[in-house]
């Protein structure tokens, strides 16, 4: 079974404090995705990647980063946390394709931010 | 601007209820679609997907969903729920082309009563 796995389950961090998510998964997938996650909002793009050293902006970047120096490894950098970053953070992979892979999540990241 | 909608926010259901969540989406070209779970505690899941052929796709656990060109729709259904189903289920849609992302709706949370 693929596995995606989000360093810390719960975080608190307080405001202006950088902060790092990362995410590790052991299939070898090229794609890489972080999502947040809000009640009423669903889930919303924050960046991708769909090989090393490659990242693409999604619907939400404004805030955040993204660093991908290995190939089972993307990380999500709150350079500056702020209170509205408060949020369940999903990272999530999958092989290339034509848009119709099947993508494998992570538990999550619910970080609050005080 | 390419959007997936959800018909309701919550659900509330009986058990043996069938049920049937709408979802319409928004998107110029080929599509793939798909229905993600949530149960309680686990991580988002793979329901069922669709990307060509029969519009009627048969997902894990019972459920379906037919696509309906025509009304730009999506819609999961199951004939008899199980309290065991109660979870939050997003719909999503995504182009059918290589580096395509996902454009998840805001989610339907389902509560089936024993």
């Known amino acids: 079974d693929v596995k995606v796995t989000q360093s810390s389950r719960y975080l608190v961090k307080r405001t202006g404090e950088k902060v790092f998510l990362e995410c590790v998964q052991d299939m070898d997938h090229e794609n890489m995705f972080w999502y947040r996650q809000d009640p009423g909002l669903g889930l919303r793009l924050i960046y991708f990647?769909?090989?090393?050293?490659?990242?693409e902006k999604g619907d939400i970047p404004e805030g955040y980063s993204v660093s991908r120096e290995k190939k089972e490894r993307f990380s999500l950098i709150l350079e500056s946390a702020s209170t509205n970053q408060t949020s369940m953070y999903l990272c999530?992979?999958?092989?290339?394709?034509?848009?119709?892979?099947?993508?494998?999540f992570g538990s999550g990241t619910q970080l609050s931010v005080l | 601007a390419q959007s997936v909608s959800q018909h309701n926010h919550h659900v509330i259901l009986s058990e043996a209820a069938s049920l049937e969540l709408g979802c319409n989406y928004s998107y110029g070209g080929t599509v793939n679609l798909f229905w993600y779970v949530q149960y309680p505690g686990q991580h988002l899941q793979l329901l069922l997907k669709y990307f060509s052929g029969d519009p009627l796709v048969k997902g894990i656990k019972g459920f379906e969903a037919e696509f309906i060109k025509s009304k730009f729709s999506f819609n999961l259904r199951k004939p008899s729920v199980q309290w065991s189903d109660t979870a939050e289920y997003f719909c999503?849609?995504?182009?059918?082309?290589?580096?395509?992302?996902?454009?998840f709706g805001k989610g339907t949370m389902l509560l089936v009563s024993p």
């Open positions: 990647s769909y090989d090393v050293k490659m990242k």
């Open positions: 999530a992979s999958s092989y290339p394709g034509q848009g119709d892979e099947k993508l494998f």
């Open positions: 999503a849609a995504g182009m059918n082309s290589g580096y395509s992302t996902l454009t």
